[in-house]
């Protein structure tokens, strides 16, 4: 798995983030992100998912690959890794979509002190408004018939992420997104217990205009999945930040460096950080 470290600008640093990427999304996509984490004091992990970017393999077929590998195996190689590494007085963790969905799939998730979901969501697609509703459910129908043709889906061609994604990913996203309870549907009994016994503060955030990834109905879904949390939910209007359009990818975007990532940082810092 290729990963980038920034180390925090004060070398005393005590505490640690792990980013989890959204699906298909490379980790350079952070890296502007992450880079502020550090200046403002954090040791920063930044990593790509099995199939993806630089953690592609010759030997690993896309076919083989599952979606619920990125967190039983994935996600939770970064939290081991950061926790034997770093031994942080504070582990925090920042998932980005998928991010936040498969978080409680890793074994060291209960290791972590506080986390952050950015537009995070439940698939399910009747989550979504008409008409956006029904691409969704065609997105979930279509899937299946191109994944079965080769070892990578074009995803990136489709619209639907940066890069292709591995076909065994997205023929099991197709299947979690055409479920009630999304990826909680399949997953076996110890994962659900992990889910429902997570008890860390958690700060979601969620973007008004974000229509076709992750509309604030889906945002406020995913947190049922996480009921022991302590949350926080702000579902941010672009105007309130002098901005025309947020959607799913624009926050990760510098000129939040003085607003929305100032935020993180409050809320990181200020346990009765609040709206």
């Known amino acids: 798995m290729s990963a980038t470290i920034f180390f925090a600008k004060n070398k ?31 040791n920063v992990l930044t990593f790509d998912y099995r199939g993806i970017y630089e953690s592609q393999s010759q030997n690993i077929s896309g076919s083989d690959i599952q979606m619920d590998d990125w967190g039983s195996f994935d996600i939770d190689a970064a939290l081991q890794w950061s926790l034997g590494h770093w031994h942080p007085d504070e582990l925090i963790y920042l998932g980005h979509s998928c991010g936040g969905q498969l978080l409680g799939l890793a074994n060291h998730a209960p290791k972590i002190d506080k986390a952050i979901f950015v537009a995070s969501q439940s698939g399910f697609w009747k989550l979504w408004a008409f008409p956006q509703n029904i691409g969704v459910w065609c997105v979930w129908q279509i899937i299946p018939l191109i994944a079965n043709w080769g070892n990578d889906f074009p995803a990136r061609a489709l619209g639907l992420s940066s890069t292709n994604i591995p076909a065994g990913v997205a023929k099991q996203w197709a299947r979690w997104g055409k479920s009630e309870n999304y990826l909680w549907d399949f997953i076996a009994k110890k994962d659900r217990q992990r889910y429902r016994k997570l008890s860390f503060p958690l700060f979601a955030l969620g973007f008004s205009d974000d229509r076709y990834f992750g509309p604030p109905k889906a945002v406020k879904k995913l947190l049922e999945y996480y009921p022991a949390t302590q949350q926080l939910l702000h579902i941010c209007t672009p ?22 990532w100032q935020e993180l940082i409050q809320w990181i810092e200020n346990d009765h ?3």
Request: proline share 2%; hydrophobic share 40%.
């Open 273 to 275: 950080f609040s709206y």
């Open 239 to 260: 105007e309130d930040y002098g901005q025309k359009h947020i959607g799913h990818f624009n926050f990760l975007k510098q000129e939040f460096k003085n607003t929305l």
């Open 12 to 42: 005393n640093a005590d505490k640690t983030i792990v980013i989890a990427s959204a699906l298909g999304v490379p980790r350079y996509i952070y890296f502007k992100l992450a880079t502020f984490l550090a200046n403002s004091g954090y």
